[in-house]
């Protein structure tokens, strides 16, 4: 069994950032990829982030140059760094994990970013 917990979310000014987090349970948190998705009210589950288990990245054009997604193996701990936060970062952040045909998700954190 996995469980996903994310924190970290907030409110926020335009310009600024939050660091969000991922704390895994579960064994073998180190050789499964990673994801970070966001929920706008109103609007599709989207990709912000993934990470492979070897540390490659990749980000939707959105989010490249002020997101940063990187992953602690030592403590089962993925991470969203954001930066330059616009409003339309705001959604429900959640974090994932594929195993095979199982795909978990995490409970999400809010992040609000006001004009």
């Known amino acids: 069994q996995v469980q996903l917990v994310e924190s970290g979310g907030g409110l926020v000014q335009a310009g600024g950032s939050l660091r969000l987090s991922c704390a895994a349970s579960g064994r073998f948190f180190s050789i499964y990829a990673m994801g970070w998705y966001r929920q706008a009210p109103g609007k599709q589950r989207e990709l912000v982030a993934s990470?492979?288990?070897?540390?490659?990245?990749n980000y939707a054009d959105s989010v490249k140059g002020r997101f940063t997604i990187s992953r602690d193996n030592a403590k089962n701990t993925l991470y969203l760094q954001a930066n330059s936060l616009k409003p339309e970062d705001t959604a429900v952040y959640y974090c994932n994990q594929g195993r095979g045909p199982t795909v978990y998700w995490g409970q999400g954190t809010q992040v609000t970013v006001s004009s």
């Open positions: 990470i492979t288990s070897s540390g490659s990245t």
